[in-house]
């Protein structure tokens, strides 16, 4: 089997990741707490650690200000509900993930305006729609860091210098570059980062991240026991357990601080070289077969490993049964949850192929993919 | 190391659970989509037969009414704040875990009025003082099935009959009970369950489980990528793509599985019986030290594998440092994020220290338990 749907999920994990959950679960299996036994000290300050390492891995000062939630989606639905109220208004673009659009369409119920900024063919922004959409009432701009579907990156420092210059929330979401590219909260004037710990992190499936800037008020969605202030029966306060009531994904957390540790030992820019090596080999070779149309930039420098086809006018989920079936590569079809990115790249009914490469793919990863596009040409 | 934080999270888990984490995360490692390539699909059989499997488990007819969530407190909030609206009246008790307690008194803030209806000194509800404060516009009994303090089994049965001739929805919090006692949602009129994986279910940490009866329409909190009708930017309204947005925690879900199997295979008589037998000889044990005050019901028929105590007049966090520096014994002191409880029983300021037994533990833990009070006592 080739892996190539890494933007879903990366795989395979560095085996460090594996084996850190099975330490922590047979080794102090414990629930974490901030006083209790030494099993649950080493839960609690196993976590605390691994907050401190993501800190320092987006350049934020108080790793209190890290949050732990199940997914990325947790953490965009945190952020965007926890601050937007009645009268509001929220910039988005034409090209983010539903776990952007649905909770900003849900809040017009409650009264929050919001507009989505068309994106070109290619998936990129115009940074004058950005700027000439705000409104005395705009209190963020949400959007992601690289398109799920087309891999487009978008200008966030430019848009991060509007926000910050506006007065503005910015809300970003890195899905699909955390862990890859650089991301330093400061630099990018973000107030919000959402984060997801099983794809670019390495980390297993079911933590996801949320960072909030110091003194930015959000408000909570769960109540429940912290392990803080139990005596009082309003929520505390405090982060990060204003945001953290119940049990943990402690083992989650601890494979996801290995993974972490490994973009660290390895080198972000090895990571990102060499998915943009692949991802730039993938491209040039997919433009010699005629018939394939790509989508998005077409450039490995604007543009994650994330690289969306279609065969001439062939159903995608198709073309992807094929892949998957005949040669054994693995693929994901269809609207990848962003369907305004598909109305913007022109495939709302066709879908694409999406191809996500990871930075355990190889060439000869690319070289199987194109001779089995190929052949699935040949053969149509 | 003798582990008696077992309510907290049991520990440690069957070997099979730590296994099956491993072969899915190593061998299947993929995001579940109800589409896609054969990992995928691999991913995804697995949480729809870890579905079925729950709802068999509980007497569920319909697997798609199982919700996984990131922990029971998740669980809670969703089915208190998804289905208490302005102007409704919950009724409650004082033997509550804060992720009742909190989400419910968050809820007065929108005018949804509460009860909590006052305990006896060993945590028994008189059912008589549930219906006599059922109003008008009562909407929800919501209540544990133990007390994670003292243990103290409630009257489920009753309760549920209660709400059913009332018309009243019956939530049920089983955290301490699930995977050692009988939980048949249609014997006890259960319209919502909300469940730890972590705990008597011997799963790992990160996943919880909310029961929704079929027909009960709960608001959801999140909005996101669902992997169904991604055209359309409204959450879908099925289950449970309708409450599951985001990548779910696939490797927890794999071994929570895995956790149940071995309560199946093991028995649910067999893993009661021996966690009575361990709790009713620990506490016949303890009533001969005579400065120890028990609470609680002291007989293991009316409580759950969870003893609380008090040595005189110390303060429980000193005597819970002791029993983990000096005897390695691990138990939890304080308040258990359960302040009305402690009001309740009278040990509000003192707390209490808190032993729970787990199927894996063994006569000789609580011999030694039993040896190290005696010998701390002596020490005073």
Redo the contacts between chains.
């Keep these: 089997?080739i892996?190539l749907?890494n933007a879903?999920?990366t795989?395979?994990?560095p085996e460090e990741v594996?084996n850190a959950?099975?330490d922590q679960?047979?080794g102090f299996?414990?629930?974490p707490?901030r006083?209790?036994?030494?099993?649950?000290i080493e839960a609690g300050r196993l976590i605390f650690n691994t907050r401190e390492m993501i800190a320092r891995f987006f350049n934020i000062d108080n790793p209190m200000q890290i949050i732990f939630?199940?997914?990325?989606?947790?953490s965009?639905?945190l952020a965007i509900k926890g601050v937007l109220k009645s009268g509001d208004h929220v910039i988005t673009t034409s090209m983010e993930?539903?776990?952007i659009?649905?909770?900003i369409?849900?809040l017009e119920k409650i009264g929050v305006e919001n507009t989505i900024i068309q994106c070109n063919s290619e998936g990129i922004v115009n940074i004058e729609d950005i700027k000439g959409a705000i409104k005395s009432n705009t209190k963020m701009i949400a959007m992601t860091h690289a398109s799920n579907v087309t891999g487009t990156i978008m200008p966030v420092e430019e848009v991060g210098r509007i926000a910050k210059e506006s007065g503005l929330y910015f809300l970003l979401d890195a899905a699909q570059t955390a862990g890859v590219y650089e991301i330093d909260v400061k630099k990018l004037n973000i107030d919000l980062l959402a984060l997801?710990g099983?794809k670019g992190l390495l980390g297993?499936?079911?933590?996801?991240i949320l960072y909030i800037r110091e003194d930015l008020d959000v408000m909570h969605?769960?109540?429940?026991?912290?392990?803080s202030k139990?005596?009082?029966?309003?929520?505390p306060e405090m982060l990060p357990d204003r945001y953290e009531?119940?049990?943990?994904?402690?083992?989650?957390i601890a494979g996801l601080a290995k993974g972490i540790e490994f973009i660290q030992k390895t080198g972000l820019d090895q990571i990102r070289q060499h998915e943009e090596m692949l991802t730039q080999y993938f491209i040039d070779e997919l433009k010699k077969i005629e018939i394939v149309k790509i989508y998005g930039p077409k450039d490995a420098k604007k543009q994650a490993a994330v690289v969306s086809i279609n065969i001439g006018e062939e159903d995608s989920?198709e073309i992807?049964y094929i892949?998957?079936k005949v040669f054994e590569?693995?693929?994901?079809?269809?609207?990848?949850?962003?369907?305004?990115t598909h109305k913007t790249i022109g495939t709302?009914e066709q879908g694409t192929v999406r191809f996500s490469i990871g930075y355990f793919n190889t060439k000869n990863d690319i070289d199987e993919a194109i001779a089995a596009i190929k052949n699935i040409c040949q053969q149509l």
């Design positions: 089997m892996y749907d879903a999920t795989y395979p994990k594996y959950m099975m679960m047979k299996g414990a629930n707490g006083s209790g036994h030494k099993m649950a939630t199940a997914n990325a989606t947790e965009l639905n993930h539903n776990s659009l649905r909770p369409k849900s997801p099983h297993p499936q079911g933590v996801g969605m769960k109540e429940g026991g912290t392990g139990s005596e009082e029966l309003i929520q009531s119940g049990t943990p994904n402690t083992p989650g989920s992807a892949l998957d590569i693995a693929v994901r079809p269809g609207l990848h949850c962003a369907p305004y709302f």
